[in-house]
C-alpha cells in the first residue's frame, strides 16, 4: 500500500428505498422510523448506523444503514425486527421497498 493510501473497511452499506402516498404518510414514515426502528437498529448485532432522507419536495424515503459484516446486514433482513418494520409502513408505501446492499470499497 502507497504511503496516504488507507485499506477500506470492510463495512456493508444496506440501502432501503420507498415512496409514501401523500405528505402526511412521509411524515408518519419518519416518525416510526426514527421513534421506534433507529433505537431497536441499536441492538442488532454488527449494527453501526444509520440514517433515514426524505425527497426535498417528494415523498421518496431513503434508509442508509451501517453494518460490519455482510451476515449482520443479511441477518438483520432476515430478522423479525425487519418484518416488522415493514409491516407497521408498508400501507404507508406505494409498492414494495426497494432494498439493495453495498460494499465499502474506500473513500476519505
Known amino acids: 500500500m502507497r504511503s496516504g493510501q488507507r485499506k477500506a ?3 456493508y452499506a ?3 428505498i420507498g415512496e409514501a402516498t401523500s405528505d ?11 421513534s421506534e426502528v433507529l433505537p431497536e437498529l441499536e441492538h442488532e448485532p454488527g449494527f453501526a448506523s444509520a440514517h433515514l432522507m426524505i425527497e426535498e419536495g417528494g415523498r421518496m424515503a431513503v434508509s442508509l444503514t451501517l453494518w460490519k ?5 443479511v ?9 416488522q418494520f415493514v ?9 414494495e421497498f426497494v432494498v439493495k446492499l453495498f460494499k465499502n470499497c474506500g473513500g476519505a
Do not use: K, N, P, W
Not at 87 to 95: E, N, S
Open 24 to 34: 402526511s404518510q412521509i411524515d408518519e414514515f419518519a416518525r416510526i422510523y426514527t
Open 69 to 73: 459484516t455482510r451476515d449482520d446486514c
Open 9 to 11: 473497511e470492510s463495512m
Open 87 to 95: 409491516a407497521r409502513t408498508q400501507h404507508l408505501l406505494v409498492g
Open 14 to 16: 444496506r440501502m432501503v
Open 75 to 83: 441477518r438483520y433482513h432476515c430478522s423479525r425486527s425487519y418484518r
